[in-house]
């Protein structure tokens, strides 16, 4: 099992940028694919970009390439999403979810474990 707590949310003007966290605990770290979610008010919750903890790879929804970057610091079990650019439709609850295993799926219903989430709002 592994907890996950994120940090960093906050309000930013469009275009601005902003570093939210992920510290992850409990059991072996790399042994997760580790992505960030995010949900705005009435719509569902989306993917947004994963990485794998142990080789490191990276993916990214196709509406933050470019934009967003996810990163990790593996002596803090860390993971990082920063956000450039930013816009108002970035604007949403972030989550940071984990699932075992070395591939990192997309659906959310795939993960097992999830943070409480971090506010993001763009105005």
């Known amino acids: 099992h592994v907890q996950l707590v994120e940090s960093g949310g906050g309000s930013v003007r469009a275009g601005g940028s902003l570093r939210v966290s992920c510290a992850v605990s409990?059991?072996?770290?790399?042994?997760?694919?580790l992505s960030w979610f995010r949900q705005a008010p009435e719509k569902e919750r989306e993917w947004v970009a994963s990485?794998?903890?142990?080789?490191?790879?990276?993916n990214y929804a196709d509406s933050v390439k470019g934009r967003f970057t996810i990163s990790q610091d593996k002596a803090k079990n860390t993971v990082f999403l920063q956000m450039n650019s930013l816009k108002p439709e970035d604007t949403a609850m972030y989550y940071c979810?984990?699932?075992?295993?070395?591939?990192?799926?997309?659906?959310?219903?795939?993960?097992?474990?999830w943070g409480q989430g971090t506010q993001v709002t763009v105005s």
């Open positions: 979810a984990a699932v075992r295993g070395t591939y990192c799926p997309l659906r959310r219903n795939d993960y097992n474990y």
């Open positions: 409990g059991n072996t770290y790399s042994a997760y694919c």
């Open positions: 990485i794998n903890t142990n080789y490191g790879g990276t």
